[in-house]
């Protein structure tokens, strides 16, 4: 937690089907308690993303002393279906100082074929999700579009 402390985390993103976007919030303080000390930045917060862990490209950077929402969408960095399909990115967090990171919340987009996925319909479905890691909370939203009509399932659902 010293002034020349440094600290690096690589967040791999995997999916079984091309990923195709994202958005990545961050909440972050830098300073003790949110200020610096001697009216200097006591910190810093660097967010990266890369395809290969080869090469990164920076998508924010945060100096600023006090509390700090981070949001940007990883569309830029994605290939977005054009080319060769993406099945996983790196998203690497340094922070420096007197940095911390409050929340994070990462969501990604994907392309499947229809019948790759249990087909959902309206009303209540039961979605289940596993993967190798430790217990972690993971939020699954869908929409949809019905046949017969251009309505969202979510604006249908208020219906």
Known sequence: RGTGARGTWVVPVDSPYPLLSGDLTMRV??????????????????VDVSLDGARWRRIAAMEEPGFSEISRSLRPY???GHGRPTYRY???????????ILS????????????ALPALEAGTNRVEYSDRSD??????????????S???????ARD
């Open 29 to 46: 303080i830098i300073g003790s308690r949110g200020r610096s000390r001697n009216g200097e930045a006591s910190g810093s917060v660097g």
């Open 78 to 80: 994605l290939p977005n």
């Open 90 to 100: 790196l998203l690497r967090i340094t922070l420096e100082g007197e940095a911390r």
């Open 104 to 115: 994070l919340r990462l969501a990604s987009d994907f392309q499947h074929a229809p019948h």
């Open 135 to 148: 217990r972690r909370d993971v939020e699954v939203r869908f929409d949809y579009e019905p046949a017969s």
């Open 150 to 156: 251009a309505e969202t399932g979510t604006q249908a």
